[in-house]
T-cell receptor, first 116, second 111 residues
Framework: ETGVTQSPTHLIKTRGQQVTLRCSSQ?????VSWYQQALGQGPQFIFQ???????GRGNFPPRFSGLQFPNYSSELNVNALELDDSALYLC???????????????FGQGTRLTVV | AQSVTQLGSHVSVSEGALVLLRCNYS??????LFWYVQYPNQGLQLLLK??????LVKGINGFEAEFKKSETSFHLTKPSAHMSDAAEYFC?????????FGKGTRLSVIA
């Protein structure tokens, strides 16, 4: 068990709606990253938060946004949901700076989002 | 830019046989390399990592991987497959970037 928890585990939304996914990071980790994993694909980086600031973003539109809180937990918000947003959303916590990256990232179990 | 290529989207082995999952990377700086495993409907679990120390890295569940700079490879092996090894395996690279994953290799183990 990694100590990274995500909620909810499953979610069904209608196209055009908005969704918020939540992640509690592992104790001592100051960096949270979010990934989208479509069926049969590897995880794709959405964005990363380090000490409450976004410090990296993948190729995702602005309707994907996030927050990190002082306790390093995080939210992923997606507006105007599209059918292609259906995927497993993974949260990962890590130590973000320098060689601490060598520890790798610890993933939660994911939130399965289905958009109908 | 960093990238990872996993050769073979699906590998099938018999129980007790050697497991070999291939990963080649591209990185302009010395990379950190990782193998993750994903069981159905689960998140990713770290199997092992290369962080510029020993080139032969041992991980959990009997897996190991060897970093070969000349071949830009980081293949994952296990001497004897077990039924419980059936899962999706992802190779990933990072160095001053978020993790960049390959597309994954599904390992099937036949009794």
């Amino acid at each position: 068990e990694t100590g990274v928890t995500q909620s909810p585990t499953h979610l069904i939304k209608t196209r055009g709606q908005q969704v918020t996914l939540r992640c509690s990071s592992q104790s001592g980790h100051n960096t949270v990253s979010w990934y989208q994993q479509a069926l049969g694909q590897g995880p794709q980086f959405i964005f990363q938060y380090y000490r409450e600031e976004e410090n990296g973003r993948g190729n995702f539109p602005p309707r994907f946004s996030g927050l990190q809180f002082p306790n390093y937990s995080s939210e992923l918000n997606v507006n105007a949901l599209e059918l292609d947003d259906s995927a497993l959303y993974l949260c990962a916590s890590s130590l973000g700076a320098g060689d601490s990256q060598a520890t790798g990232a610890f993933f939660g179990q994911g939130t399965r989002l289905t958009v109908v | 830019a960093q990238s990872v290529t996993q050769l073979g989207s699906h590998v099938s082995v018999s129980e007790g046989a050697l497991v070999l999952l291939r990963c080649n990377y591209s990185s302009s700086v010395p990379p950190y390399l990782f193998w993750y495993v994903q069981y159905p409907n689960q998140g990713l679990q770290l199997l092992l990592k290369y962080t510029s120390a020993a080139t032969l890295v041992k991980g959990i569940n009997g897996f190991e991987a060897e970093f070969k700079k000349s071949e830009t490879s980081f293949h994952l092996t296990k001497p004897s497959a077990h039924m419980s090894d059936a899962a999706e395996y992802f190779c990933a690279v990072r160095r001053n970037t978020p993790l960049v994953f390959g597309k994954g290799t599904r390992l099937s183990v036949i009794a």
